[in-house]
């Protein structure tokens, strides 16, 4: 069932065959559900308002790429999450830095050894169980807009998210640990 609140499949039909008044209609009708997207996704309301325009202006000049048109909202909620993560992103790179204790050059390689298994570990996972751990666990998202934004219920939202978890922690228990004494080229040489 589709969701009221959104322009009807009709209307985006017309719109993506190019009719102007329709086009106009469908980001005006979106526009209150782009808004509540990027408000519950960015980190600042300015981030949010300009990841909604940002989302509009897309609708706008590539709704004839939309391949179902049914599949609106999910298109738009996909924009809207790059469009935030960009704009996060771009914050991080530019945010100063904080003044934090100097690691040694052993600490920070070994912090990097950690961070690259635990991404090989994630990188491993199959896609459903990948998909569902990022957006909640990296990205932070409830796990109510997690279960919505897969068209999944709660329940197996939680389901593949446990199993997930589960899944790099045994990997991540599977990785040797580095033996005290060893050089960072003997650690690197044992690895498969």
Known sequence: MAD?????????????RGDAEAISALVSGSHPNVRRFARSLCATPEDAEDAAQEA???????????????????????IVRNECLRRARTLRTHAPLPDAAVHSAEEVVLQRIEASEVAEAI???PAEQRGVLIMRDIQGYSGRMVAE??????????????????????????????????SHEDVQSRRP
């Open 56 to 78: 509009l202006i897309i609708l706008y000049r590539k709704i004839g790429m939309l391949r179902a048109s049914g599949a609106l909202a999910s298109w738009m909620f996909r």
């Open 149 to 182: 934004a897969l068209g999944l219920s709660t329940a197996a939202m939680k389901s593949r998210l446990h199993r997930a978890r589960t899944a790099v922690q045994q990997a991540l228990r599977a990785t040797p640990e580095p033996e005290s004494g060893d």
């Open 4 to 16: 009221p609140s959104w322009p009807g499949e009709q209307l985006v039909v017309a719109a993506q």
């Open 123 to 125: 990188a491993a996972l």
